[in-house]
């Protein structure tokens, strides 16, 4: 490494956002200007499942694949052979700095980590002048979701959170709909999903098992504590139920279930959050819960509202009264869902804020909006997208912008992981967001940041 970039890649990790803005404005986009730019040439970071589709999606688009990095050299080789003629200048890496460092003609990256990962690569990617299109959730800790949200704000790149949903005609018709007070004032929120085949309610287990070949599992647990390999325990997908790599159904969820609420109900950060349950492991997510986040009436809002999240099963399922109309109108109750509860009326949105259907106060069933009469009267007044990587590409290029850039989707996180905060120190808090601080509790200061193992920054 250039002795240069290590000095630049210390300083970001150690310093506050008024530093690294010196650093981000002084990255520039290869041979040419935002609006100059007619093909992106991109990176990828973290070859699992959920960024094949973020490839096929950019070579669709006609973009540059320049290279992917992975820590497991099999992630890359399924990579190259599914992706074949389309990526057949692609070069592999094992080391997202290295691939920062060398590729000099690079625009952009894509980040789909563990969630572990996403601040450090995001923060060396925006101090390389890259554009960053990062996975929800957006951080592993609420200190990195603000510092990222800072970073942006500040930083000449484009940046986009992957919540997808973000792009969903049907999202921005709700928005529209709640602003039109169709719903009247809404007062409750209800998420829910069933019990992961993630790690949950226990303990890792004694021992090690040999970690395969071509996989760099000190690289692997990275920034984090490391700890024995293990097969099929923490790589590939089971690391979200660990709290060392990820947060579980909330990190999973919130930057997608949270969405609609966060942009239609000027949502800021909860007072209070409690919870039920059982299985609450200190080192892996719930067995199954209920969380309820309150946020209190605000100089936008004139009345308090209850974000209720239920996984796991069991008792930790939403209330009749707030999921009957499902039932009637679907048959059963949808796997997953959300549904907003106002003095008017209902919105049945779906887990990714997807969905738009509406069920008024003396009406038995939902109706898909475009089908009610509530829905007709209100006007279309938000644009509607091409897509959430197309809107994110078109961004790149100085043309429009971004709709979940890293300061929404550091605020959904934000949001997120103070339930997480909660449950770990298990137990019902009053939550200060702007301070970033559990009322009366600074124990809790090490739940809202971390310590890094810094030879991997």
């Known amino acids: 490494m250039a002795k240069n970039t290590l000095t630049r890649r210390k300083l970001l990790a150690t310093s506050g956002a008024a530093v690294s803005l010196n650093i981000v404005k002084s990255g520039t986009l290869f041979g040419a200007e935002n609006s100059a730019l007619s093909k992106l040439s991109v990176g990828f970071i973290g070859m699992g499942g959920q960024i094949q589709g973020h490839v096929n999606n950019l070579v669709n688009q006609g ?77 592993h800790t609420i200190k990195e979701a603000r510092e990222l949200r800072d970073l942006s704000k500040a930083s000449k790149v484009v940046t986009q959170t992957g919540n997808q949903g973000s792009a969903s005609a049907n999202l921005r018709r709700s928005m529209e709909l709640i602003e039109a007070g169709v719903f009247g004032p809404i007062r409750e929120i209800h998420v829910w999903h069933p019990k992961h085949n993630w790690p949950s309610g ?11 070949n071509g996989l760099n599992w000190d690289s692997w647990c990275g920034p984090a504590p490391v700890r024995p390999y293990k097969e099929g325990l923490y790589h590939p997908v089971k690391w979200r139920g660990w709290y060392d790599f990820g947060n579980g159904f909330i990190g999973d969820f919130c930057c997608h279930s949270f969405n609609l609420a966060l942009r239609s109900l000027h949502l800021d950060y909860p007072s209070k959050i409690s919870f039920t349950g059982e299985g609450f492991g200190t080192e892996t997510f719930a067995k199954s819960c209920s969380v309820k986040y309150h946020f209190s009436k605000n ?118 992981l103070s339930g997480i905060v909660a449950l770990k120190m298990q137990k019902a808090i009053e939550w200060d967001g702007v301070a970033m601080k559990v009322k009366d509790h600074p124990e809790a200061d090490a739940f809202v940041d971390k310590e890094y193992r810094k030879k991997w920054l």
């Open 202 to 212: 226990g303990v890792r287990p004694a021992g090690s098992d040999a970690i395969p």
């Open 63 to 139: 973009q540059h694949v320049a290279a992917f990095c992975d820590v497991d050299r099999s992630q890359i080789e399924k990579s190259m052979n599914r992706h074949k003629n389309h990526v057949k200048d692609c070069k592999p890496y094992e080391d997202y700095r290295n691939l920062l460092e060398k590729e000099k003609s690079l625009d952009a990256v894509v980040i789909a980590t563990p969630d572990h990962w996403h601040a450090p690569i995001c923060k060396a990617a925006m101090a390389a002048g890259k554009h960053v299109y990062c996975e929800k959730p957006l951080t």
């Open 299 to 416: 100089d936008k809002r004139s009345h308090d509202v209850a974000l209720n999240i239920y996984t796991g099963g069991g008792k930790d399922v939403p209330p009749d009264y707030a999921v009957e109309a499902a039932v009637k109108t679907f048959g059963s109750l949808p796997r997953v869902g959300c549904i907003f509860i106002g003095d008017k009326g209902m919105l049945s949105s779906g887990l990714w804020n997807s969905q738009c259907y509406i069920k008024m106060n003396g009406e038995e069933k939902f109706v898909g909006e475009g089908n009610h009469d509530a829905s007709k009267v209100v006007p279309q007044s938000i644009p509607r997208s091409k897509g959430h990587m197309h809107e994110w590409v078109d961004a790149c290029k100085g043309n429009g912008k971004t709709f979940a850039d890293f300061d929404h989707g550091g605020h959904l996180t934000e949001i997120g």
